[in-house]
């Protein structure tokens, strides 16, 4: 008869950032109080460990402790993914923008915008150019920037597809661009004060 070991299971079912140890599948109650014993009350607070450091805690094997550390770092691995994704998305989306304002500002009638629509142009290609490169914002505000920034293309499509822009237009496209840029501005600070 073989002899069979018990191992964490494999699921694929995640777990919050910061969850307490007992939410890993596959921890017993000793395991779970041997690693309570040492400090250690969340997922990441395991996160921070090596491997040597997880298997020096009683009851817990260095083939027990890399189950451990696998399964806590998919999920952060996971979460990252999801803001890489998200900030891609933001980015693509920025893009669009540059392309529209450009298009934009190629037009013939672009001599004859109003001032505070050229200045609304040029502010919102210099926030796209500075803030859409280098994703820096969680995967929940990139999601919204995102959204904005698909807004403020749809907004630029409309603009440049209907040919001659009113000057009552002009001035609500301003203020619509500036709303949006500053909304997305806002996401991008409060992520970067977290």
Known sequence: MAHTTKTAPKTTLPIPTDAPIDTIPGLGPI???ALRKAGLQSTSELRSLSLAELSAVPGITEQFASKIMDYVSAYAASE???TDMACERFANAGRDVDALINNLLRFEQAGDYSAKFARQLGKMAVFTERNTSVCSIDNERAEKAAEQMRDVARLLTEASTGGHIT??????????????????????????KQ
């Open 31 to 33: 395991r779970i109080r």
């Open 167 to 192: 000057q009552k237009r002009q001035d609500k496209l301003a203020e619509e661009l500036q709303t949006k840029r500053k909304k997305m501005r806002l996401l991008i600070e409060k992520s970067g």
């Open 80 to 82: 990252s993914k999801t």
